[in-house]
């Protein structure tokens, strides 16, 4: 075959390629792409992800704000991390939301600001997002851009108690001793109605100084 022959039957596949790639929608694309990512074939899975998230796909911006967190395939950078994170939380998917309101916590990728992460978390915990869940009764534990309130971390901790997790148990049945009887009743009250405990956390506005950057030796390793 001719090299001109060979290389507009190259050209052509290329396009070909191209096309097809443009009919498949970004829900697709980001399965591909997670497929891979799972996988561990970075570069696929980049490539994959990259044209999703281009089209707006939520899923696809959050594992790329992993491969960007991790060094997947891709340069570091918590910088480009945080801003895939920042896109796929705004799409309302909760994942990003728990891990996005982690960094504003501890200040990687964005500049820290408690009362942000709180914000975040608590729209992750309405999602059933059980890591979002247990950091949130710790930030009302430990005063951690909202008021600090123990009555509060013990009926979330003992919600997601209820439903398997460990850490969440432990913690509950160490917050016990600071409550009054009536306190512990209430809290049990609203983790049983666990809509009413979002509401209620949802009202309160009065929440602590952006610069109150206490941690508590219980926080989660």
Do not use: C
Not at 23 to 40: C, D, N
Not at 117 to 133: E, H, P
């Amino acid at each position: 075959m001719a090299k001109g022959t060979l290389l507009t039957a190259l050209l052509s596949l290329l396009v070909s390629a191209s096309a097809l790639l443009a009919e498949i929608s970004p829900e697709e694309l980001g399965k591909e792409g997670v497929i891979a990512y799972y996988h561990e074939n970075y570069l696929e899975a980049h490539k994959y992800l990259s044209q999703a998230a281009a089209q707006g796909n939520a899923e696809a911006h959050y594992y790329l704000g992993a491969m960007y967190f991790n060094g997947q395939g891709v340069i570091q950078s918590y910088e480009e991390s945080a801003r895939h994170f920042t896109v796929a939380a705004t799409k309302n998917h909760p994942g990003a939301q728990m891990i996005l309101g982690v960094l504003y916590i501890q200040g990687v990728g964005v500049p820290q600001n408690f009362k942000r992460a709180a914000r975040l978390l608590l729209l992750a915990a309405k999602q059933n997002n059980v890591n979002a869940q247990e950091i949130l009764g710790w930030i009302h534990q430990n005063g951690i851009g909202v008021r600090q309130n123990s009555m509060i971390a013990y009926a979330v901790w003992n919600y997601v108690a209820a439903n398997g997790s460990d850490w969440a148990r432990m913690n509950r049945n160490y917050v016990l001793a600071q409550l009054s009887d009536r306190e512990v009743y209430e809290a049990q009250e609203l983790s049983l109605q666990i809509q009413k405990l979002w509401a209620l956390l949802e009202r309160q506005n009065a929440l602590t100084r952006p610069d109150d950057r206490r941690i508590s030796h219980r926080r989660r390793s």
